[in-house]
Nanobody, 119 residues
Framework: VQLQASGGGLVQPGGSLRLSCAASGIIFRINDMGWYRQTPGKAREWVASITSSDSTNYADSVKGRFTISRDNAKNTVCLQMSGLHPEDTAVYYC??????????????WGQGTLVTVSS
């Protein structure tokens, strides 16, 4: 199973950006999917998550500005980011808990996509 993230880039403060992540490989089912971010010298932090039934949760720092969504048919998860702050600058990683055909759940990570918020 591989997760491929895309959509990062440079955006001005107050701007918007949409991140996407697609899971590929032999997948029986995907449980929770989510986004994390990391800046140099800091631990990776959770940003948002979404269950297979579309229940969502957000970190307080992004609540009201970011929206997570998923397409179960395409095995994708997206993060729509608006009202971006310079403090949102980070490498963003997607995560998925994937259940194999042997009914074994494992966590997978995307390769990370850089988001830079700067004027």
């Amino acid at each position: 199973v591989q997760l491929q993230a895309s959509g990062g880039g440079l955006v001005q403060p107050g701007g918007s950006l949409r991140l996407s992540c697609a899971a590929s490989g032999i997948i029986f089912r995907i449980n929770d999917m989510g986004w994390y971010r990391q800046t140099p010298g800091k631990a990776r932090e959770w940003v948002a998550s979404i269950t297979s039934s579309d229940s969502t949760n957000y970190a307080d720092s992004v609540k009201g500005r970011f929206t997570i969504s998923r397409d179960n048919a395409k095995n994708t998860v997206c993060l729509q980011m608006s009202g971006l702050h310079p403090e949102d600058t980070a490498v963003y990683y997607c995560n998925a808990n994937v259940v194999s055909v042997q009914n074994i759940p494992l966590d997978y990570w995307g390769q990370g996509t850089l988001v830079t918020v700067s004027s």
